[in-house]
């Protein structure tokens, strides 16, 4: 099966029976390039039966890409069926402290990244204990502590509706990749520019057209110690 697939909107017969076939078929590149495209309200009813078979399954970019489109589509029927199927989105929102991930989930399915960026942070700090909420940032050692299933929640979220380019694991992938060498990490995921930090918020890209890792700022936590904790975390061990 070919890569290659048009840039036109999706709304006839064909293109419809095109977006399923690569929807059950195709590279994960592939179903995001076509999802990126205008599907017309034909192709709705494609990523309602996709997600629906999908549900049980962990879910991934694409799913959360199918998603984001049926969530932001003008149509009481789509709405209705998220609402009746998927009434706090695609990811589960597993946690050991009993913490609503919920307005995480609705931030990223928008992609206010900023917003959401924010609120990672003040969950986290939520998840280490009131301490850590009151100072609203976190020592490394509490960093260590942090439940692996809220993180691993956390950094599903940020993955499935950032079409796989934000995340913890991602930005774990990218430092591991680069030899565990900080300043090649922070060029790569560009929170850094020669010798100069990117300054928050302003030079920071709050869109998909940022590096790979760029999201979450977990920088945000403090220096490094609390940043390595993170990238050491169990949570990201398989």
Same mark, same amino acid.
């Given at each position: 099966?070919?890569?290659?697939?048009?840039?036109?909107?999706?709304?006839?017969?064909?293109?419809?029976?095109?977006?399923?076939? @690569?929807?059950?078929?195709?590279?994960?590149?592939?179903?995001?390039?076509?999802?990126?495209?205008?599907?017309?309200?034909?192709?709705?009813?494609?990523?309602?039966?996709?997600?629906?078979?999908?549900?049980?399954?962990?879910?991934?970019?694409?799913?959360?890409?199918?998603?984001?489109?049926?969530?932001?589509?003008?149509?009481?029927?789509?709405?209705?069926?998220?609402?009746?199927?998927?009434?706090?989105?695609?990811?589960?929102?597993?946690?050991?402290?009993?913490?609503?991930?919920?307005?995480?989930?609705?931030?990223?399915?928008?992609?206010?990244?900023?917003?959401?960026?924010?609120?990672?942070?003040?969950?986290?700090? *939520?998840?280490?204990?009131?301490?850590?909420?009151?100072?609203?940032?976190?020592?490394?050692?509490?960093? *260590?502590?942090?439940?692996?299933?809220?993180?691993?929640?956390?950094?599903?979220?940020?993955?499935?509706?950032?079409?796989g380019k934000f995340g913890f694991?991602?930005?774990? *992938?990218?430092?591991?990749?680069?030899?565990?060498?900080?300043?090649?990490?922070?060029?790569?995921?560009?929170?850094?520019?020669?010798?100069?930090?990117?300054?928050?918020?302003?030079?920071?890209?709050w869109d998909l057209s940022a590096?790979?890792?760029?999201?979450?700022?977990?920088?945000?936590?403090?220096?490094? @110690?609390?940043?390595?904790?993170?990238?050491?975390?169990?949570?990201?061990?398989?």
């Amino acid at each position: 099966m070919t890569d290659s697939i048009s840039t036109s909107p999706l709304d006839s017969a064909a293109d419809t029976a095109e977006l399923r076939s @690569q929807l059950r078929s195709g590279s994960e590149k592939t179903q995001l390039k076509l999802l990126q495209q205008h599907i017309a309200d034909a192709g709705w009813d494609v990523l309602m039966e996709f997600l629906l078979e999908r549900k049980s399954q962990e879910p991934t970019a694409v799913v959360g890409k199918a998603y984001q489109i049926l969530y932001g589509a003008n149509s009481q029927r789509a709405a209705e069926f998220l609402r009746s199927n998927f009434p706090t989105g695609v990811v589960p929102l597993r946690s050991t402290s009993s913490i609503d991930y919920t307005p995480l989930q609705q931030l990223l399915t928008l992609q206010e990244f900023q917003e959401a960026d924010r609120l990672t942070l003040e969950k986290l700090c *939520e998840l280490a204990g009131g301490t850590a909420a009151q100072r609203k940032w976190l020592y490394f050692t509490e960093v *260590e502590s942090l439940s692996a299933t809220d993180l691993q929640t956390i950094d599903t979220l940020w993955k499935v509706h950032s079409e796989g380019k934000f995340g913890f694991s991602v930005q774990r *992938e990218i430092w591991l990749g680069a030899g565990k060498n900080w300043d090649k990490l922070w060029s790569l995921i560009g929170w850094k520019q020669g010798n100069n930090w990117t300054r928050y918020p302003q030079e920071f890209i709050w869109d998909l057209s940022a590096p790979r890792g760029h999201l979450p700022l977990s920088n945000q936590l403090r220096g490094v @110690q609390p940043f390595a904790a993170l990238m050491s975390h169990p949570a990201w061990v398989k």
